[in-house]
């Protein structure tokens, strides 16, 4: 894993590459994990050491020691009645209900956008308008309409994984090779065959990523939707230390979200690895 | 006896100039038909008619005797980018027609494992798309058209994306597939050497619009099939004259 996570995730169709191993990036491998590893150290011994010399009281930022011990007590103990392996696994209980739901809805909204005029003029203007609002201005419409139960929490997340799931797969759908499907029609496919057979394995790759995108959208979703009368969950527990002012628990609970962020990342590109190998080289 | 028709038709996009005028074209079984001619004539749209990818604006296109309504199974077609499955084996790509009727996957393989012999790639199938050359992925095209057992063979440049030696190689063996199945043949290319090597039958295409101006019955594929070698072929008399024929009457119509 490096630090172009970024920057691929905005290219859902990567530019077509020979076949082959490629040449330039091990070469810069050790360079990138070199100075990635620079930073972060640096990140925290600039941090040690403001709170050992107290240049920033230890209420506002505790040391990364206090920080570490918050980990294993909660982890241990627990905090707001809840370890935070329990926290963890209503927040990504939730995420994934949300990742499940959305992906069910937006793959043949995406497929409709995709590949007819009509469902473009249908569902383009819903995504459109849905897209570029963010969590906490529909948060309390949701509630008015929904509710405060775990329904509205798992809503207020996959409508934030809709849209990047639906524009995902409609790029596929409507990248999928021209000459592609004219081979597979002039071997005897019919409508069905060449959905089945060629557009769906053919925008497999934009979806994955489609995908990628939606659940790092939906975990940074987490904590606008634990908002809402929880009593489990990260966001949840953050929030909570942060009305006692416990910051160390609310710093902790900040690196264990961006860890697990991290690490459904790395889950998904093995995923996509596996499943889509030939994804850019063709 | 199979016979494939293109019954005087003309193809205008819709609001452009015309690309194709009034063109009739028969291609039978045992017949090797090439279309040359400079960039812009109307080859490839000649072909997708026959393919069925393009309706006629007028005329007909004909499979003995019927209209064709789309692409079918009948006429298989071999792209220049090789336009094959990556998200399938190579096996699976060339037996992708008995797929998607139906046909059980052991059986798929056998005849997957068959064709792949044909075109000289036995052992490949197994092998991700992704891993094969150039060429070789032409090959598997090949292939995967001759699996459907079409009865008319249609490839639009199939050699244009290859470099000078694999390409001479390709030549030998689509002589030697036809010559295998003697399926009626469509083949659109830009060099006259190949067509000339290749063909039973040249047809020169002139542009504006996309028409016949040439037909020429040749036989030098049927020399190579008889064992005399390419390069005694290529340096031949005939050859030679044929071939400087075939450029003057594509390069005449540049000049008028």
């Known amino acids: 894993m490096s630090l172009d996570l970024a920057e691929a995730a905005l290219a859902p169709s990567r530019p077509a590459e020979r076949a082959g191993p490629t040449k330039a990036a091990p070469r810069n491998r050790p360079v990138v994990a070199i100075t990635a590893a620079l930073t972060i150290a640096s990140l925290v011994l600039a941090w040690a050491i403001a709170s050992h010399f107290q240049l920033v009281s230890a209420l506002f930022l505790p040391s990364p020691v206090a920080v570490g011990k918050a980990f294993v007590t909660v982890a241990r103990d627990g905090f707001v009645d809840a370890t935070l392996w329990q926290h963890l696994a209503a927040s990504l209980g939730r995420v994934f209900a949300a990742l499940v739901g959305a992906t069910l809805i937006a793959v043949p909204i995406g497929f409709a956008i995709g590949s007819s005029a009509v469902g473009r003029g249908t569902f383009d203007p819903i995504i459109e308008f849905l897209r570029p609002i963010p969590p906490l201005a529909y948060l309390p419409l949701v509630i008015i309409w929904f509710g405060i139960g775990e329904p509205s929490k798992i809503l207020i997340i996959g409508i934030a994984m809709l849209a990047p799931i639906v524009i995902s797969t409609a790029t596929g759908v409507k990248g999928v090779d021209a000459d592609r499907l004219n081979a597979a029609r002039s071997l005897g496919a019919t409508r069905r065959q060449l959905l089945r057979h060629v557009i769906l394995p053919g925008s497999l790759p934009a979806i994955l990523t489609g995908i990628r995108i939606a659940l790092g959208a939906g975990w940074s979703t987490l904590v606008a939707a634990e908002l809402v009368a929880a009593s489990r969950g990260l966001g949840f527990m953050i929030q909570s230390a942060a009305q006692f002012l416990v910051t160390d628990v609310v710093l902790m609970g900040i690196l264990v979200i961006a860890a697990v962020a991290f690490a459904l990342e790395a889950v998904l590109r093995w995923i996509e690895r596996r499943l889509v190998p030939w994804a850019g080289k063709s | ?256």
């Not at chain 2, 295998?180 to 619009?209: F, K, N, S």
């Open chain 2, 1 to 256: 006896m199979a016979h494939l028709q293109l019954d005087s038709v003309s193809l205008r996009y819709e609001g452009g100039a015309p690309v194709l005028g009034n063109l009739s074209l028969d291609i039978r079984a045992d017949e090797f038909v090439v279309v040359v001619g400079r960039s812009g004539c109307g080859k490839t749209s000649l072909l997708n008619l026959a393919a069925g990818f393009l309706a006629p604006s007028s005329g007909q296109v004909l499979v003995d005797g019927r209209p064709v309504t789309g692409p079918g199974a009948d006429r298989a077609v071999v792209f220049q980018n090789d336009a094959l499955f990556p998200w399938l084996s190579t096996a699976e790509n060339v037996a992708f027609a008995a797929r998607l009727a139906g046909i059980a996957p052991a059986e798929r393989r056998a005849q997957a494992d068959r064709y792949l012999d044909i075109v000289g790639l036995a052992g490949l199938g197994d092998r991700p798309i992704w891993q094969l050359s150039g060429g070789q992925r032409q090959r598997v095209g090949l292939a995967r058209a001759l699996a459907a057992e079409p009865r008319f063979l249609l490839m639009d440049e199939p050699l244009g994306a290859l470099d000078a030696m694999t390409r001479e190689a390709m030549q030998d063996l689509l002589l030697e597939a036809w010559n295998r199945t003697r399926t009626g043949t469509l083949l659109i290319t830009h060099g006259v050497e190949e067509a000339l090597y290749l063909a039973t039958r040249v047809i020169v295409m002139a542009p504006q619009p996309g028409r016949i101006v040439r037909r020429l019955e040749v036989d030098f594929g049927r020399r190579r099939l008889a064992g005399e070698s390419a390069r005694s072929i290529k340096a031949s008399p005939s050859f030679v004259a044929a071939r400087e024929d075939l450029l003057d009457s594509i390069f005449e119509r540049e000049a008028a």
